[in-house]
């Protein structure tokens, strides 16, 4: 059993993309939100505050979006993706508050491999999307974040 507070496995049920609305998910012991092995999402109306780990943990998926979701005071980053080519496309949204831990690695949107991407769509930015998180560490941009 996983602590994630909401998520997928791949137990030879392949599932390819799930829809996920009017949700809050509060004091995961892991991560909030975790999609793997090209399970992809839509988050509508979703709070995600206070997980041990990431808020969203997306890895090895194609598309994923979100509308208004909030995600504050996770462990480690806001928004993870880890992993082929990965989009996950945000509109009026906010990321705020994240690695609790302190962890220097930790950023609130983070592309953690060369081949992940985080799109960001007009009118919101990175600077408008994520604010006050730990140590200035809003986004990383060594890796493709827009």
Known sequence: MRDDGAYDED??????????????VHESLSNGIYGDCGMSFILEN???????????????????????CEVSNSGGCGICVWGGLVIVRVLYSVVHHNDKSGEQSYYALHASTSSSLIKVVSPLTPETLSINNNGGRNYNFFYKVF
Do not use: P, Q, W
């Not at 030879?12 to 996920?20: Q, S, Y």
């Not at 979703?46 to 208004?68: K, P």
């Open 46 to 68: 979703i709070l995600i505050d206070n997980c041990v780990n990431h808020g969203i943990y997306s890895r090895f998926a194609r598309n994923n979006e979100m509308t208004n």
């Open 11 to 24: 137990e030879g049920n392949k599932k390819d993309f799930a829809t996920i609305k009017d949700l809050t």
